[in-house]
């Protein structure tokens, strides 16, 4: 029966073996990646049924994150961007810190991104006056610089440096600035949730004191308006961050500052309302405008551009900026539309 299959799959080999030859160099186009990736204009993420509230307000209108399309470097993709306006070609080194695989990029960013909620949450909350209350902080290891002299893993959570809690980045960097370089600080951390004890050492650089590591901190969070945030395991980023604040901002008041109208928008944010740079604002005012937005919301730092593109494609939206969250809504309520 063996040698039956056996010469009946051998004579279709020889039979089809062009067809197969062209099937398995397609596969290969598509899944063989250069060290590419290739832009294109994003799309947007509504966040009606994203946030939800107890006691909370519905808009008329609609606010959304903007987000940029990323691709991997296929041969197929890559040609197709010499041919598709608007899609454009950048090496992968461009994207990651050095030696940072784009896994761990993608690991790193997710973390943003949830930093972006714990931010957006609590600087809509401040504006409001709401009570919260930080249960917890987490302050994990996203990057160790090759000069790091230290058996930090990457993902480490620190807890503590020389004894002390680490409750935020500047305690670390002011325990790292009571040092002297060649010291080595003693730190607690938890990796894979058991404890750990390693060391780092301090050394001096042009910019001060440094250890190497780079840190993001995000929070167990409680707040009396039980706020809640759906996501999705593909998103990732800080770029988010502003819109998701603007959302949390307008379900809990009665004053709906869409006014009905779509508004697309991206932009960091901290947790006192500063708004901050993103990457990718052609890709994204497009996505923006074939989302059919009235109104885009950028940073500072990315309007010129935005106004830039707009002019240059003659779209007909609205493009608003400033350098804080209280700006912004403000801007939205003594619009005439």
């Known amino acids: 029966m063996f040698s039956k299959i056996y010469d009946k799959v051998k004579k279709f080999i020889l039979e089809n073996w062009l067809f197969l030859l062209i099937i398995i160099g397609l596969n290969l186009l598509f899944w063989v990646e250069l060290p590419y990736v290739v832009y294109a204009p994003g799309g947007a993420i509504d966040l009606e049924n994203r946030i939800s509230a107890k006691n909370e307000y519905e808009a008329d209108g609609k606010l959304q994150m903007a987000y940029v399309s990323m691709v991997k470097g296929s041969i197929p993709f890559m040609l197709a961007s010499y041919v598709i306006p ?39 909350l401040s504006l409001l006056n709401r009570d919260y209350e930080i249960k917890k902080m987490h302050n994990t290891v996203v990057y160790i610089a090759k000069e790091a002299d230290t058996k930090l893993k990457l993902y480490d959570e620190i807890v503590k440096a020389d004894g002390q809690e680490i ?15 060649g010291d080595l600080i003693n730190l607690e951390v938890l990796r894979d949730n058991k404890q750990k004890n390693v060391t780092i050492k301090v050394y001096d650089t042009e910019a001060g004191l440094k250890t190497g590591i780079s840190l ?11 706020i809640k945030i759906k ?34 928008g991206t932009g960091t944010i901290d947790k006192d309302g500063n708004i901050g740079e993103i990457g990718g604002i052609k890709y994204k005012l497009i996505g923006a405008v074939k989302n059919k ?45």
């Open 167 to 181: 409750t935020s980045l500047n305690d670390y960097k002011t325990i790292v600035e009571s040092h002297i370089p």
């Open 293 to 337: 937005a009235d109104i885009f919301i950028c940073p500072q730092e990315n309007y010129k551009e935005a106004k830039k593109i707009a002019k240059e494609k003659n779209y007909d939206i609205i493009i608003l900026t400033d350098k804080h969250l209280s700006g912004i809504i403000d801007q939205l309520k003594n619009l005439n539309l």
């Open 86 to 124: 608007d899609w454009d070609i950048e090496p992968k080194s461009d994207l990651t810190l050095e030696d940072e695989s784009m896994s761990d990029m993608i690991k790193k960013d997710k973390l943003y991104f949830e930093e972006a909620v714990n931010n957006a949450t609590i600087a809509s």
């Open 231 to 264: 996501t999705k395991n593909s998103e990732y980023g800080p770029s988010g961050g502003m819109m998701m604040a603007l959302g949390i901002y307008n379900t809990l008041t009665k004053e709906d500052i869409t006014k009905g109208k779509n508004i697309v």
């Open 216 to 226: 993001i901190t995000t929070y167990d969070l409680k707040t009396q308006d039980n």
